[in-house]
């Protein structure tokens, strides 16, 4: 399997639950990073890991808790959201950080009852 | 105040209809302007990087190009298939490691 996995694809959550998005990459990169896509708002960047190290934390409500265990997995532990937390979650990774290109899981559509 | 633009928000082109997209940015020391390509469903898929001014980039019907202010992308005779929403990001130096993003344009080209 190659490229950047995100599982589930879709999750619908109420807003007490706690649950958590996964992200795995197969390329070999050093650098991993979380984005928001909301409708019609560009890609917000909410965190970045460098060598499994947060490198980044985009002002991002502690709803949110990122986890890296090593440089191939990323995990977005979500707990107590909003309904405006809806959105799809993309996760990237690139060789270094602040390399270009970053490649791109298909992300998780996520949706706060 | 920093910031990445796009026009038009949506377009709309038949089969055959070249056109171009803008993206427009107002920040300090840019390190570089990345294109990506996002189907619905999908993440985005990496383009074009562009890094000084005059510098074009080429691929199948699309070309980039890039000024002091701003980036087009220029699609020549396009096809149904190259219908999705194209992103620009920008890359400077007052951001670190990261990437700013435009909002898009949603580009839908009719058989």
């Known amino acids: 399997e190659t490229g950047v996995t995100q599982t589930p694809r879709h999750l619908v959550m109420g807003m007490t639950n706690k649950k958590s998005l996964k992200c795995e990459q197969h390329?070999?990169?050093?650098?991993m990073y979380w984005y928001k896509q909301s409708a019609k708002k560009p890609l917000e960047l909410m965190f970045v890991?460098?060598?499994?190290?947060?490198?980044e934390n985009n002002s991002v409500p502690s709803r949110f808790s990122p986890e890296c265990p090593n440089s191939s997995h990323l995990f977005l532990h979500l707990h107590t959201l909003q309904p405006e937390d809806s959105a799809l979650y993309l996760c990237?990774?690139?060789?270094?950080?602040?390399?270009?290109?970053?490649?791109f899981g298909d992300g998780t559509r996520l949706s706060i009852l | 105040e920093d910031q990445v633009t796009q026009s038009p928000e949506a377009l709309r082109l038949q089969e055959g209809e070249s056109s171009s997209l803008n993206c427009s940015y107002t920040?300090?020391?840019?390190?570089?302007l990345f294109w990506y390509r996002q189907d619905p469903g999908k993440g985005p898929e990496f383009l074009f990087t562009l890094y000084s001014a005059g510098e074009e980039k080429e691929k199948e019907r699309l070309k980039a190009t890039l000024t002091k202010k701003e980036s087009f992308l220029h699609i020549t005779a396009p096809k149904p298939e190259d219908s999705a929403t194209y992103l620009c990001?920008?890359?400077?130096?007052?951001?670190?490691?990261?990437?700013?993003f435009g909002p898009g344009t949603r580009l839908s080209v009719l058989p």
């Open positions: 890991y460098n060598f499994k190290e947060q490198t």
């Open positions: 990001a920008v890359q400077a130096e007052n951001y670190g490691q990261n990437f700013v």
């Open positions: 390329l070999g990169h050093n650098a």
């Open positions: 990237a990774s690139s060789d270094r950080i602040g390399n270009q290109p970053q490649h």
């Open positions: 920040v300090s020391g840019l390190r570089g």
